[in-house]
């Protein structure tokens, strides 16, 4: 429903930014030309990441697809705001007129239609990160929308199109730092790295504190996609361990300490070569 009504304005809105003149106006379509191709890569990854794999070669499934998608809207944002900021530049003491009649009226539409996305999104932003970058997205695209809004008035009130300019620059600014930010959370799940707060070193040292665990190596943990984060661990258990019981405690541990689910333990015993033979 968000990607419907999105799409649907974005057509009103970029019509009437060429015919108004207005860059504010122009800013906001191509953000919300993000928003477009952002809610359709998060809803085309949502339907694909459910579906099972026929090749028998992605042992993870379609999961990560939700990644790419947020990397997508990520390059998306970042390159829109960098436009707007070019033109900006290019504009500066060309006094461009505007038509500020067709930029109050498509400001109020493009927020009340941002409002309804937003309350559309709000729920699953939490849960897949596909969705929380279409999610961000439309925030930014409700400030920029107010910014379109106060760009028109302020230009009735002083007359100068310099407003314009200011609330386009402002607008594409906070493009880029919201890009910046959903960039940062993208990479971090393609490099594998520890999910956001898990401290590797504490994991380790609460498995060390199991009962019957002498030494603990190879701990590895890292988000697979939104809510799926996996690890896997080799522990050393001394000769009068239970293995069942050390692996029924670690991963009680890694679950409700966690809320790691998806884990691995190799079991070892003390004294055997195991995976110290391996080169990495």
Same mark, same amino acid.
């Given at each position: 429903m968000a990607f419907v009504l999105t799409a649907a304005f974005f057509v009103v809105e970029l019509v009437a930014g060429l015919l108004s003149g207005s860059l504010a106006l122009l800013s906001d379509a191509g953000h919300m030309a993000a928003d477009v191709v952002a809610l359709g890569a998060a809803l085309a990854a949502? =339907? *694909?990441?459910?579906?099972?794999?026929?090749?028998?070669?992605?042992?993870?499934?379609?999961?990560?697809? +939700?990644?790419?998608?947020?990397?997508?809207?990520?390059?998306?944002?970042? %390159?829109?705001? /960098?436009?707007?900021? &070019?033109?900006?530049?290019?504009?500066? %003491?060309?006094?461009?007129?505007v038509a500020t009649g067709t930029m109050l009226l498509v400001?109020?539409?493009?927020? =009340?239609?941002? &409002? *309804?996305?937003?309350?559309?999104?709000?729920?699953?932003?939490? +849960?897949?990160?596909?969705v929380r970058g279409a999610y961000l997205e439309v925030v930014a695209d409700a400030a920029g929308s107010v910014g379109v809004i106060a760009a028109a008035l302020l230009i009735r009130a002083t007359g100068s199109t310099a407003w314009d300019l200011? =609330?386009?620059?402002? *607008?594409? &600014?906070?493009?880029?730092?919201?890009?910046?930010?959903? %960039?940062r959370q993208v990479l971090a799940v393609l490099a594998q790295h520890a999910p956001a707060g898990i401290d590797p070193a504490v =994991?380790?040292?609460?498995? /060390?504190?199991?009962h019957g665990v002498e030494e603990v190596h190879d701990l590895h943990l890292w988000t697979l996609t939104s809510g799926m984060d996996v690890g896997t661990v080799h522990?050393?258990?001394?000769?009068?361990?239970?293995?069942?019981?050390?692996?029924?405690?670690?991963?009680?541990?890694l679950l409700e300490g966690h809320g790691i689910e998806h884990v691995t333990v190799q079991i070892e015993s003390s004294g055997a070569a195991g995976c110290r033979e391996l080169g990495w």
């Amino acid at each position: 429903m968000a990607f419907v009504l999105t799409a649907a304005f974005f057509v009103v809105e970029l019509v009437a930014g060429l015919l108004s003149g207005s860059l504010a106006l122009l800013s906001d379509a191509g953000h919300m030309a993000a928003d477009v191709v952002a809610l359709g890569a998060a809803l085309a990854a949502t =339907v *694909i990441a459910t579906r099972p794999d026929s090749t028998g070669r992605r042992t993870f499934g379609h999961y990560r697809v +939700e990644i790419f998608a947020s990397g997508l809207a990520v390059l998306i944002m970042f %390159g829109m705001g /960098a436009y707007v900021l &070019v033109e900006a530049i290019s504009r500066l %003491g060309s006094g461009t007129p505007v038509a500020t009649g067709t930029m109050l009226l498509v400001g109020v539409l493009g927020l =009340v239609v941002n &409002v *309804i996305s937003l309350l559309l999104l709000r729920s699953g932003s939490s +849960e897949s990160l596909a969705v929380r970058g279409a999610y961000l997205e439309v925030v930014a695209d409700a400030a920029g929308s107010v910014g379109v809004i106060a760009a028109a008035l302020l230009i009735r009130a002083t007359g100068s199109t310099a407003w314009d300019l200011v =609330v386009a620059v402002a *607008i594409a &600014v906070f493009i880029v730092v919201r890009s910046a930010m959903l %960039g940062r959370q993208v990479l971090a799940v393609l490099a594998q790295h520890a999910p956001a707060g898990i401290d590797p070193a504490v =994991v380790e040292a609460q498995l /060390a504190g199991v009962h019957g665990v002498e030494e603990v190596h190879d701990l590895h943990l890292w988000t697979l996609t939104s809510g799926m984060d996996v690890g896997t661990v080799h522990l050393v258990v001394g000769d009068g361990a239970t293995n069942s019981t050390v692996l029924d405690e670690a991963r009680r541990l890694l679950l409700e300490g966690h809320g790691i689910e998806h884990v691995t333990v190799q079991i070892e015993s003390s004294g055997a070569a195991g995976c110290r033979e391996l080169g990495w």
